[in-house]
């Protein structure tokens, strides 16, 4: 495993990845001892900057993504991956959407533990009432992200 660090508009993005996968991407307060940079990582980093600069809707490395999980958690976010760039879906069209209607709290539990922030977007999803609820990275990035996006919700 390999980890790389670079600086967005949003903070510091840590990428774990190994030879052509990705494992992980998630803020971090602080740029850690070892930045292994490679052509792989600096390809994905300008994917996500063109995204944060609104010059990018999806990325070419959906393939290479590897989230380690449980089977419930890579059910929910792989139906993330569906929704589209500008759209947002509730926890509950998620759940509905998975076969499990009533588990709109495990759907939220594991959108909160999505490794991979951007790419598999837990970012677009809300709560019925239109309104944010929870992100792992806090409301304030949530509403940013959305609005890169121009994404539908009533902002609180």
């Not at 990325?59 to 947002?88: A, C, H, R």
Request: proline share 4%; with cysteine.
């Amino acid at each position: 495993m390999k980890t790389s660090y670079y600086l967005h508009s949003i903070g510091i993005l840590k990428l774990t990845y190994s030879k052509e996968k990705i494992y992980k991407i998630e803020k971090v307060d602080r740029f850690g001892k070892y930045d292994e940079k490679s052509l792989f990582s600096d390809s994905i980093n300008q994917e996500i900057k063109e995204y944060l600069n609104s010059k990018r809707e999806n990325f070419s490395f959906y393939n290479n993504i590897e989230p380690k999980g449980t089977k419930f958690q890579m059910t929910v976010w792989n139906e993330l991956k569906n929704i589209p760039y500008g759209d947002t879906k509730t926890y509950k069209e998620i759940a509905k959407s998975i076969g499990k209607p009533k588990a709109i709290r495990a759907v939220a539990s594991a959108i909160g533990k999505n490794p991979i922030m951007i790419i598999i977007p837990c970012h677009r999803v809300i709560g019925s009432d239109g309104k944010l609820h929870g992100y792992a990275y806090g409301l304030d990035l949530k509403k940013k992200l959305l609005a890169i996006e121009k994404a539908p919700t009533k902002i609180n």
